[in-house]
């Protein structure tokens, strides 16, 4: 079955730092990835998706994502992180069934920032 | 409207009372999902439309949740005698045919007490 996992919980960087926030999915074929960006008191608003391709996409804001078929991974990455990046992460994929699909979320990774 | 729009944003209700929440999905979009998502938790799939019929509702947790979405646009989840650990945010998203443009709305966060 379609699932995935975020395994950090809470993160914490300093301003400026680098970022990284793991996802990894389980699924039979190509997957359809996402990651979405949740502020407090936000809807989920799109950072970046993967369809097929080039394993390293840019997304908006600064975000990019890697995607590594060998390890069912696709992390997000930033360069360097500034204060309004504090948020909630979530990483998906597409479960298709019967003519339909859906979004499969994960747990999510809330990231904090240090000034 | 430009985007999916979910009425009312916050309802706080009593425990056992019947609540409705409201999804007007982006025009043209056929595919309607709800979602909800708990404190400290990803969104979790309840129910997806496509056109009128329920596609998929595998993800209702009982059958105080019902959904429908009668003409293919708007779309009401309905939860009848509500339990505190109904509370939670309640998202709906709408997208057109295919895996891409899921757009989501900013959600309704219900309180039961």
């Known amino acids: 079955a379609q699932s995935v996992t975020q395994p950090d919980i809470h993160i914490t960087v300093s301003e400026g730092a680098s970022l990284e926030l793991r996802c990894n999915y389980s699924?039979?074929?190509?997957?359809?990835l996402f990651w979405y960006v949740q502020s407090p008191g936000q809807g989920l608003q799109l950072l970046l998706k993967y369809f097929s391709g080039d394993t390293l996409f840019q997304g908006i804001k600064g975000f990019e994502a890697e995607f590594k078929r060998s390890q069912s991974s696709f992390n997000l990455r930033k360069p360097s992180v500034h204060w309004s990046d504090a948020a909630e992460y979530f990483c998906?994929?597409?479960?298709?069934?019967?003519?339909?699909?859906?979004?499969?979320f994960g747990a999510g990774t809330r990231l904090a920032v240090h000034p | 409207g430009a985007g999916v729009s979910q009425t009312p944003s916050n309802k706080v209700t009593e425990k056992g009372k019947y609540v409705e929440l409201r999804c007007d999905p982006i025009?043209?979009?056929?595919?309607l999902y709800w979602y909800r998502q708990s404190l400290g938790q990803g969104p979790e799939f309840l129910i997806y439309?496509?056109?009128?019929?329920?596609?998929?509702d595998s993800g209702l947790p009982n059958d105080r949740f019902f959904a429908v979405r009668p003409e293919g646009s708007v779309s009401t989840l309905k939860i009848q005698r509500t339990e505190r650990g109904d509370s939670a945010v309640y998202l709906c998203?709408?997208?057109?045919?295919?895996?891409?443009?899921?757009?989501f709305g900013s959600g309704t966060r219900l309180t039961v007490v």
């Open positions: 439309f496509q056109g009128t019929g329920a596609a998929d």
């Open positions: 025009s043209g979009h056929t595919a």
């Open positions: 998906a994929v597409v479960f298709f069934s019967g003519g339909y699909n859906k979004l499969i």
């Open positions: 998203a709408s997208s057109p045919q295919g895996v891409d443009g899921y757009t």
């Open positions: 699924y039979g074929a190509t997957p359809y």
